[in-house]
């Protein structure tokens, strides 16, 4: 969609903590579908539309999204601007259903926008750059810190917290770009801020001049609705510092996971329908994770 609403409401939660005492926007991520086809395909060569008059066909991508309007909202959009996504990850202690639940409840969960990506987020005190690349990752993010979804609280001394991410590509997708940690956080003086760090990514890029990162680059062949994992990564894990660390500043982190570029839907439905879409149409997509957050409270 065309706009974010998870960090605003994460900061939001911080003012109200400060101003009530309680953050009511204190919440986990998932993924879903909100598809009314009763379909449960998360797929972008597999996109079966969000209702059923938006199924495959050469002219789905032009009609009104969704059917049922309402004026001066919804009937702005076109289902060409529909997503496909996508899937709700859990670190439960066992596949059954209560510790599912248990983990739902502690927020220890993971959204994607469809691949099966796999994603561990912890954070502490204590961790090294060598804890994120030894075999009992998981082990030592429990044992020196919380999962996401957890809280620290009440900086030790002169420390800043530390986080310890790992992510592993969905086996039959696309290699990754990127890990990212997004912080936000209520400043001294009221204001609430954000900043997105780029922690670690595949390839030998440097930031540039203003810090930004380059793209890891396209590998997408439109006429064939193809691509290649030529480059990326198939696994990317770090372990990162907060730089500008305040301990009296309420915050929280979340992870965000970046794919390369993939086929969108709409390509698919070119090459399938011999059709050829405006060139406003998104054709190209990054698919991504998002980790529950991690919350500092002083």
């Known amino acids: 969609m065309r706009f974010e609403y998870s960090r605003s409401a994460l900061k939001l939660g911080l003012a109200q903590l400060q101003k009530l005492g309680a953050n009511p926007f204190k919440f986990g991520m998932i993924g879903a579908t909100d598809s009314h086809t009763s379909f449960s395909n998360a797929e972008e060569d597999n996109y079966l539309g969000k209702y059923a008059v938006a199924t495959p066909s050469p002219d789905r991508w032009e009609k009104k999204f969704p059917p049922l309007t309402v004026p001066g909202v919804l009937d702005q959009f076109t289902e060409w601007e529909s997503a496909q996504s996508g899937y709700a990850g859990v670190w439960a202690s066992e596949n059954t259903r209560e510790a599912i639940f248990d983990a739902m409840m ?29 075999h009992n990752f998981a082990a030592i993010g429990y044992s020196k810190g919380v999962p996401m979804g957890g809280d620290l609280t009440s900086a030790p001394g002169d420390k800043a917290p530390t986080f310890m991410v790992q992510t592993l590509k969905d086996p039959d997708g696309a290699n990754l770009d990127r890990i990212q940690i997004v912080k936000g956080w209520l400043a001294g003086d009221g204001e609430l801020h954000e900043k997105v760090y780029d922690v670690v990514w595949a390839g030998d890029r440097e930031p540039g001049q203003d810090g930004k990162l380059p793209a890891v680059g396209n590998t997408v062949d439109l006429e064939t609705a193809t691509y290649s994992n030529s480059i990326g990564a198939v696994q990317l894990s770090a372990t990162w510092r907060d730089p500008n660390f305040e301990p009296t500043e309420k915050a929280f982190y979340y992870v965000r996971v970046l ?14 329908f011999g059709i050829k879409m405006d060139e406003e149409v998104r054709r190209i997509l990054q698919e991504r994770a998002y980790s ?3 919350w500092y409270t002083p």
Not at 115 to 121: G, W
Not at 263 to 272: G, H, Y
């Open 292 to 294: 529950s957050p991690i």
């Open 106 to 134: 502690r927020k220890e969960v993971y959204s994607t926008t469809g691949p099966r990506m796999r994603v561990r987020f912890f954070g502490g005190w204590d961790y090294t750059p060598e804890d994120a690349d030894r």
């Open 259 to 272: 794919e390369i570029p993939t086929p969108r839907w709409t390509v698919f439905d070119e090459v399938r």
